[in-house]
């Protein structure tokens, strides 16, 4: 299927609050676009400003070739003209209808026969591996059945677009781990488009073709997982993303390709960038060495924290505090001493005052 | 951040989108729903009273001699001038007014303690048979509210009004003191036994959903029960003290029932008794301002009942799933207040039915011995000396036009008011925080201030002509089941939210995405998710209305008469065994009505009320 999304200068403001601030992003066909962000970061409202359910005050929007909003020409169709599904956060399965009947509701009002509707039926709770479960009630199903029933129900009638709202927040740990893996599969089989609202990073991460992170309205930085990850376009998306989260140092730039964090520099490039920076570094691009080391700064182990796979470490240095990741687990003793040095080519630097990556 | 690049349009590009960006705004159902129960509203409610507060300043037919030169309809202060500040201002108005308040506010305060105190009994300690004591709690309000004025007459009234003797004057012998036969005393006492369920009902519910951990977190603070009692206890339940005020004041202001048969026997005249006859002979002008003072006076002490309270901010605070720890062990004083529950709900649940039912079967007043019963007030036919010459009621071809005119008027107003509920309640819940919303939420509160007799005065200066499509309505069957629905509409809206903040916004927006148009999302998600709170509204209504005096009082017809009105007829012509063989048909249909609420499914007089 090929219906890409078209989002262009999209404002909704509820009373004196810019909920979504002039966004505009473009949704390539087939792809998995989450959209993620803190509470209150303005994802929901877009993602429901794209199904029809919430009015936008400005901007437009087109799916396939449908303008679906606009203010200028005052177009808005219903959400039920706009082909595209919506999962809910609290599934909202009809709580008067058996699953059956939820399933058909939109297949009735499409017109569809009873023949053709059974065997959609059967052919959708398969894919969410519920078959059987015809004649059962909402309450009489568990979260994650539930949660199922609700994906079914969209799948049924075939939608070109899926949306879906924060839909494994509802779900306890190991449900929402399995549940990833079946949304991946869905997407991966159904090729639609789907946009993901979500505040976890790690359903961002593990799902998403591109992730759009998001800030008070407006979004940070559209990039596949791995540039968010690796290349996070500002401080706030380095900060938002990782865990343990990344180390932020202040500093100045003191040199072609060094800056100077206080109590020691650290070799960066640096392009043409003077005065105030800060530098962003993952804990795994961190290396400890037991011993003194070219290149390497000492600090002080300060805490070890295995955790199996692998072992954080916080060490310290005058006020500078850092947390690396190791594999496996460390043999570090807390308070012992402990030299570190940074990957290079892993290291970002920021605008203090912008903060803004530098790059060439 | 990218700068929009936005094309200028035409100007008749940019009406055009204009005027579709507001057919749009149009097009959402509880914009259009709003402005229909707007324009529904404003023709059941605002017009009505404007026409009201007009009569009051135009001149009327029977003012003419009054003012000479004048001409009907001519601009006029004469009727306020005349009831505010001419001599007979004293007896018209102050007088009445200040009966009114003394038995709103008696009638208020007494069923408020009954009521609090039968709630806490039955909620908070370990009084036996719960169960009966609930259900009896709210016999008297399902009887109507003149039962009890009715039953006092049998028991307590005297010869010195002009009658016969009542029961206790006939078995002692002495006459009953006039302070206790009629007047104020007996108003506010019957007035307060019809309406203590009010309190009962919210408080009982009140104290059902505290959170027992405030008590008990304050009992580790080391406060004593009385001191628990009176800080965290009382100030919790304050606001459903504070809804029962405002519904028990509003209707005694209107109430009419208990005025007329105990207080205008001795010329104790209330505003609503007042309004009454002067509307009864034609007078409109004087009477609306009546109205109009009632309505004023009704509203205010609402209003400042309210601002005292802070009803809404302080109900946040109760609400938390409680689990009730201990019930107050009432130790010594269990027998002791056992007893006294069962003779209280003995006096105004058994003795009144009973002497209404034995007086049906006196040939003459005042003579109870057992050589005066017959059944003559039940299946006689007619003789001239009897009730005017009309035969029994189980006979009377009246009573039996009247009883189908309560049951017609009775169906209607509920089917209509449960329509209005689910509408009200839809546009109302939808459009949550829009002006829209709060403006149709506010105009549907309107009635709930106007007391009973007043609404029914507004009605009668409107529709006596007909004004474009609406076609003159007075002297009409469909009059009275328009005003009742009118008066009902704040509790249909109330019901009607109620029911629809229990349907998450997301199961309506599921159909909406499957591409279900708003009639087939109503009919297929929210009705069937809502209807049973519906059905129990609709048995409510019915059953008020059925019961209902004040407000159609003044506006029925001998051929659009209902039980209700037809008992207070009779009651009028001295007719007392007639009147009180109405009552209890009345009752009896009434009671039925109930039963089948307490049959259906999840239906109560608690869910009626919307609590």
Redo the contacts between chains.
Sequence with gaps: MDTPIIIKNLTKKFGDVVAVNNVSVTIEPGSFLTLLGPSGCGKTTLLRCISGLEDPDDGEIIIGDKLVYSRSKGISLPSGQRDLGLVFQNYALWPHMNVYKNITFALEIQKMSKADMDIRVKESLEEVQMAGYEDRYPREMSGGQQQRIALARMLAYRPKVFLMDEPLSNLDARLRMDMRTELKRLHHISDATTVYVTHDQVEAMTMSTKIAVMKLGVIQQLDTPDMVYHYPANLFVADFIGNPKVNLMPGWVSGQNLVDIGKFNIPVKTYNKTGDVVVGLRPEDIIIHNEPTDGAVEFAAYSVLPSGADTTIIARKGDTELTIKEMGVSKIQMDQPIWLSFKEDAINLYDKETEALITA | ??V?S??V?SSG?NW??????FF?WLSSPHVVLSLIMLAVMVYMVIIPLYRMIITTFSVQEMDLRAIPGAEIGDLTFYHWVRMLSSKISEIMTYEPLLHSLTISLGATGLALVIGGLMAWLVVRTDVPGKGIINTLATVPYIMPSWTIAQAWIVLFKNQTSGGTPGLLEFLTHSPTPDWLAYGPVPIIVSSALHYYTFFFLFVSAALLSIDSSLEEAGELAGAGRWRIMRKITFPLVIPAIASGFIMTFSKTMGTFGGPNVLGVPVQYYTLSTMLRSNTGIGNYGDGFVLAIVLILFAMTTIMINQKLVGTRKSYETIGGRGFMAQKQKLRNFKGLLTTLVVIFQFFIAVLPLSLLIYSTFMLRTGDYSFSNLTLEHWIGKGVMNINSGEPGVLLNRKIYLAAWNSIRLSFFTATFTALLGVILGYAIVKGRGTKLSKIVEQIAFIPYVIPGIAFGAVYISMFTKSVGPIPALYGTFALLVVVSVAKHIPYSARSGVSAMLQV?K??E?????????PW?RFK??IF??TSTGFVSGFLMTFITTMRELSLIILLVTPTTAVLASQTMRYIENGNEQQANAVIIILIVLVLSGNFLISRFRGGSLKKGLGL
Excluded: F, V
Aim: glycine share 10%; hydrophobic share 45%; no cysteine.
């Design positions: 951040m990218a929009a936005k094309t349009p590009q055009n989108a204009r005027l579709r960006r749009h998450g997301e199961l927006e599921a159909a909406a995405i499957a591409g279900a148009g087939r297929r998600i069937p998710l």
